[in-house]
Nanobody, 118 residues
Framework: QVQLVESGGGLVQPGGSLRLSCVAS????????MGWYRQAPGKQRELVAG???????NYADSVKGRFSISRDNAKNTVYLQMNSLKPEDTAVYYC????????????WGQGTQVTVAS
């Protein structure tokens, strides 16, 4: 089992920045890919960014150039740096982890609220 705990959400004005953190514990050696998803009210959960154990990253088109995902393997932590935030970025953000050889994310954090409003 893997446990994921997010932190760093909050209220920010449009154009502002936030950094989300996700600490993994438990059977962390089974984790291959980590990512951030988000879900806005009335919308489906969507992948925001992902990062492999080797450091390869991918982003949703809507956040490219504004968000950056990084990983500190020594601290078992993944970060999501969010810059130039827009009201449409408002959502609950979830940290997720995927084991090697598994095609879908199978571990999830509890979520942290990000609200972008003036």
């Amino acid at each position: 089992q893997v446990q994921l705990v997010e932190s760093g959400g909050g209220l920010v004005q449009p154009g502002g920045s936030l950094r989300l953190s996700c600490v993994a514990s438990g059977n962390i050696f089974s984790i291959s890919v980590m990512g951030w998803y988000r879900q806005a009210p009335g919308k489906q959960r969507e992948l925001v960014a992902g990062i492999t154990s080797g450091g390869s990253t991918n982003y949703a088109d809507s956040v490219k150039g504004r968000f950056s995902i990084s990983r500190d393997n020594a601290k078992n932590t993944v970060y999501l740096q969010m810059n130039s935030l827009k009201p449409e970025d408002t959502a609950v953000y979830y940290c997720a982890a995927r084991r090697a050889g598994v095609r879908t994310y199978d571990y999830w954090g509890q979520g942290t609220q990000v609200t972008v409003a003036s």
